[in-house]
């Protein structure tokens, strides 16, 4: 009975003292919760009680789906050890948590590794106003209250809109956070300030970053980024570790096909195009799109315009059907072909034709006009001396 008591005393003793003692070690040691500065960096101090024990100490990360960050720290080690992590070397995703712990290699020669503790890697550099509803936690920097339901509202709207596109629920908490300004959503991701994203997901993480300044405008861009972004989310789901394979026009098409507020530049490029045959092959956008602002737009307005005449034509099953191929494997003209019995090229045709209203016929011959008109020229001279020769010929065979 003593015996308990006393271990009793002696494990409460060490709880307080807020001192983890490793087995057969009379080492106390405490890793401190970080101190972050969102991407610049983080800072831990890992104290030890007889840091003359122990040859050398280190410190672990792991995020979601990232390899292990092994970082030592500095020697020689004393009771106090602290330790800056520079963010912009050291690179961790945003709106991730975050696992970390130490691991000590005494001078007897032990291995000692520390329980794992865990953090959210949240932008904290600001302050955030936060709503949730159903699945959704919503947080935005900029706006009033009225701000942040509008945009809580019209996120529970588009998982409607969005369920009758897939058919696929909800299965997990998503977090979307809104920021001011493309600018200030492109710094969280490290990206050119010259670059044109407005807004961003991580399906695996179900975090979304969209771009919304408060204003006249603001419902009309929550109505068009939220869905969109949505939509990644739940092909996700369907897809799995499978969505970083799927076409990218099938990827894009459907998020923007998600839309409330369908972005009006798409069918004016569209027609421009159409009308110019500058139109980009499918085949062409199965990995990526074009790098450049107008070429990105153009291949997002045939993808969403595309997607919407399978949608339209096929139905919802063979959009979800679609998928499931490219997670089985298939390659991106292979899916097309199981699901539709036709080529991405064939599908094209009919969705030029019976969409954009193109008579292909007459585009092939106004095309090849100015090719028939170079062959003529260039032929010209040939017909012209094989005439001359064969009149020499008659003149001289004439009789005298």
């Given at each position: 009975?003593?015996?308990?008591?006393?271990?009793?005393?002696?494990?409460?003793?060490?709880?307080?003292?807020?001192?983890?003692?490793?087995?057969?070690?009379?080492?106390?040691?405490?890793?401190?919760?970080?101190?972050?500065?969102?991407?610049?960096?983080?800072s831990?101090?890992?104290?030890l009680?007889?840091?003359d024990?122990?040859?050398?100490?280190?410190?672990?990360?792991?995020?979601?789906?990232?390899?292990?960050?092994?970082?030592?720290?500095?020697?020689p080690?004393?009771?106090?050890?602290?330790?800056?992590i520079d963010?912009?070397t050291?690179?961790l995703?945003?709106?991730?948590?975050?696992?970390?712990?130490?691991?000590?290699?005494?001078?007897?020669g032990?291995?000692?590794t520390?329980?794992k503790?865990?953090?959210?890697?949240e932008d904290?550099?600001v302050?955030?106003?936060?709503?949730?509803?159903?699945?959704?936690?919503?947080?935005?920097?900029?706006?009033?209250l009225?701000?942040?339901q509008?945009?809580?509202d019209?996120?529970?709207?588009?998982?409607?809109?969005?369920l009758?596109?897939?058919?696929?629920?909800?299965?997990?908490?998503?977090?979307?956070?809104?920021?001011?300004?493309?600018?200030?959503?492109?710094?969280?991701?490290n990206?050119?300030?010259?670059?044109?994203?407005?807004?961003?997901?991580?399906?695996?993480?179900g975090?979304?970053?969209?771009?919304?300044p408060?204003?006249?405008?603001?419902?009309?861009?929550?109505?068009?980024?939220?869905?969109?972004?949505?939509?990644?989310?739940?092909q996700?789901?369907l897809?799995?570790?499978?969505?970083?394979?799927?076409?990218?026009?099938?990827i894009?098409?459907?998020?923007s096909?998600?839309?409330?507020?369908?972005?009006?530049e798409y069918?004016?490029?569209?027609?421009?195009a159409?009308?110019?045959?500058?139109?980009?092959?499918?085949?062409n956008?199965?990995?990526?799109?074009?790098?450049?602002?107008?070429?990105?737009?153009?291949?997002?307005?045939?993808?969403?315009?595309?997607?919407?005449?399978?949608?339209?034509?096929y139905?919802?099953s063979?959009?979800r059907?679609?998928?499931?191929?490219?997670?089985?494997?298939?390659?991106?003209?292979?899916?097309?072909?199981?699901?539709?019995?036709?080529?991405?090229?064939?599908?094209?045709?009919?969705?030029r034709?019976e969409?954009?209203?193109?008579?292909?016929?007459?585009?092939a011959?106004?095309?090849?006009?100015?090719?028939?008109?170079i062959?003529?020229?260039?032929?010209?001279?040939?017909?012209?001396?094989?005439?001359?020769?064969?009149?020499k010929?008659?003149a001289?065979?004439?009789?005298?």
């Amino acid at each position: 009975m003593n015996k308990n008591i006393f271990f009793l005393f002696w494990m409460m003793s060490i709880l307080i003292g807020g001192w983890t003692f490793l087995p057969q070690q009379s080492i106390g040691v405490q890793l401190l919760p970080p101190q972050i500065e969102f991407g610049r960096s983080i800072s831990f101090n890992l104290q030890l009680k007889q840091p003359d024990e122990v040859q050398a100490a280190f410190l672990l990360l792991k995020s979601n789906g990232e390899e292990t960050q092994i970082i030592p720290f500095p020697s020689p080690l004393g009771e106090t050890n602290p330790i800056v992590i520079d963010l912009t070397t050291h690179s961790l995703r945003p709106f991730t948590t975050v696992e970390y712990w130490y691991r000590l290699e005494m001078k007897n020669g032990d291995n000692l590794t520390g329980e794992k503790a865990a953090f959210f890697y949240e932008d904290n550099r600001v302050t955030w106003q936060r709503l949730s509803a159903q699945q959704i936690n919503l947080a935005w920097q900029q706006g009033d209250l009225v701000f942040g339901q509008q945009a809580l509202d019209v996120t529970v709207q588009s998982l409607q809109s969005n369920l009758a596109i897939l058919d696929s629920p909800l299965r997990e908490t998503v977090s979307i956070y809104i920021y001011p300004s493309a600018r200030d959503l492109q710094s969280v991701l490290n990206l050119n300030p010259n670059s044109w994203v407005a807004g961003h997901t991580s399906p695996d993480l179900g975090v979304i970053l969209v771009s919304i300044p408060p204003g006249p405008d603001q419902r009309a861009e929550m109505e068009r980024q939220i869905p969109h972004e949505l939509m990644h989310i739940l092909q996700y789901q369907l897809a799995g570790e499978a969505y970083t394979r799927l076409p990218v026009w099938l990827i894009e098409g459907l998020a923007s096909i998600a839309e409330l507020y369908p972005n009006p530049e798409y069918q004016r490029v569209l027609q421009k195009a159409s009308e110019n045959d500058n139109l980009l092959p499918f085949v062409n956008l199965c990995s990526a799109f074009p790098a450049d602002l107008s070429g990105a737009i153009l291949s997002y307005a045939q993808s969403a315009s595309f997607i919407r005449f399978l949608y339209q034509t096929y139905g919802a099953s063979s959009l979800r059907d679609l998928i499931f191929s490219y997670k089985d494997g298939l390659g991106c003209e292979e899916g097309v072909r199981k699901v539709y019995g036709q080529s991405i090229a064939e599908l094209e045709t009919r969705w030029r034709q019976e969409v954009l209203g193109m008579d292909l016929a007459s585009l092939a011959w106004n095309n090849l006009q100015p090719y028939l008109l170079i062959l003529l020229l260039v032929s010209l001279p040939i017909f012209w001396t094989i005439f001359s020769s064969g009149r020499k010929g008659i003149a001289g065979n004439a009789p005298q």
